[in-house]
């Protein structure tokens, strides 16, 4: 299989008034191609500052990244066509209908006009193309960024939180969604901080905590693994074993 997405050793330490923060602290991930991939993390955990990193927004301390072989961030330029993202939920405007939004965005990026009609029939909304985005429910909206993100054909496609808020029948349509894009040949990459999710989404996923990978592999290999019942505390010093103790207690 073709490695779409390859990350080793990342590490990013933000310097900000409060002192110095460390985001990602030797992070690997490894994405082949022809699946929906589940980066699954708690809030805090990293998976923006990786994926802002990807996309050369900000600029990583160490480590090597390549997306579908080429170096980033050197090689960006070579790649930034067949990658289409959505980091910062995009906000639109209420006043305008989804299909001139999208239109206004595909002149923008130079793209021809006929990717419009073509993105609303993959996300499941071309019946209410000409309706103001202020109409929208959150999954409409959520599906319109895709779509904007959509409309250059990318090979891969990085998705920050794409269900985030979204209720049980909300995150059925982005799992459809984004089944039949992995039907035309598309790599999706999905960050998420809740398990369900990626677990009704995801083929693959990497598990993020603290700026480190912790475990990778197929949603049923790692939920298998993951599942057996015992959690095990690492203590450095005996000092912390009343911290270990309310941890085992909440974990219950
Ligand atoms: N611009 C920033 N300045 C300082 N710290 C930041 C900045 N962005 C993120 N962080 C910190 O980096 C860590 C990782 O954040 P983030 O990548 O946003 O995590 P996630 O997307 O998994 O919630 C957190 O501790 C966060 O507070
Ligand atoms: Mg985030």
Not at 105 to 123: H, K, N, T
Request: charged residues 25%; proline residues 4%; glycine residues 10%.
């Amino acid at each position: 299989m073709t490695s779409v997405l390859e990350i080793n050793g990342l590490r990013k330490t933000y310097r900000s008034r409060g002192g110095p923060r460390r985001a990602l602290d030797g992070f690997d991930m490894h994405v082949e191609a022809g699946q929906v991939h589940g980066f699954l993390g708690p809030n805090g955990s990293g998976k923006t500052t990786t994926l802002r990193t990807l996309l050369g927004l900000i600029r990583a301390d160490s480590g090597d990244m390549k997306i579908l072989g080429q170096q980033i961030p050197e090689a960006l330029p070579n790649v930034v066509a067949h990658v289409g993202a959505i980091v910062e939920s995009p906000q639109f405007f209420g006043n305008f209908t989804a299909k001139d939004t999208l239109s206004l965005l595909c002149d923008a990026g130079s793209l021809p006009q006929s990717r419009v009609d073509w993105a609303f029939e993959l996300v499941g909304l071309r019946e209410r193309a000409s309706e103001k985005v202020k109409t929208y429910s959150l999954g409409m909206k959520q599906r319109l960024a895709v779509a904007s993100a959509l409309l250059k054909q990318p090979r891969l496609l990085i998705l920050d939180e794409p269900a985030n808020g979204l209720d049980p029948g909300g995150i059925r349509e982005m799992r459809d969604l984004m089944r039949s894009l992995v039907e035309i040949g598309m790599t999706v990459v999905l960050s998420s901080h809740i398990l369900a999710e990626v677990q009704q989404i995801c083929d693959s996923v990497t598990i993020i905590s603290l700026g480190r990978r912790r475990t990778a592999g197929s949603v049923a290999e790692v939920l298998a693994r993951y599942s057996s019942g015992s959690v095990r505390v690492r203590m450095d010093s005996l000092g912390e074993l009343s911290s270990a103790g309310e941890l085992l207690t909440r974990s219950e």
